[in-house]
């Protein structure tokens, strides 16, 4: 009986590391979207009825907050539903 050889298991550790990787990244890109959703809805909560932090912050970072609002308005033209991208993204059909 031949058994596999050394260089078959490397192969397939470093595979199923390079897998766990990826779907490490894609969740943790998924999450820094989120934190950038909520960070401007912090800031732009008077928009949707949540308490807003004082006006002159919010206009003081509002040059630095471009990424932010492209983020919230392109969250608000899919209105997806953020447990089924997590899941998706976690691979639960």
């Not at 298991?9 to 969740?27: I, T, Y």
């Not at 800031?43 to 949540?50: I, M, T």
């Not at 040059?63 to 639960?92: V, Y």
């Amino acid at each position: 009986m031949k058994f596999p050889s050394f260089s078959f298991l490397q192969r397939f550790f470093s595979r199923f590391h390079d897998s766990h990787r990826e779907n490490a990244v894609a969740l943790t890109i998924v999450e820094a979207r989120e934190l950038e959703n909520i960070f401007a809805l912090l800031l732009l909560g008077s928009f949707v009825g949540l308490p807003s932090p004082p006006t002159f912050l919010s206009v003081e970072l509002l040059p630095f907050m471009e990424s932010e609002l492209r983020i919230l308005n392109q969250r608000a033209e899919d209105a997806g539903d953020m447990l089924a991208e997590m899941c998706g993204t976690i691979g639960i059909d």
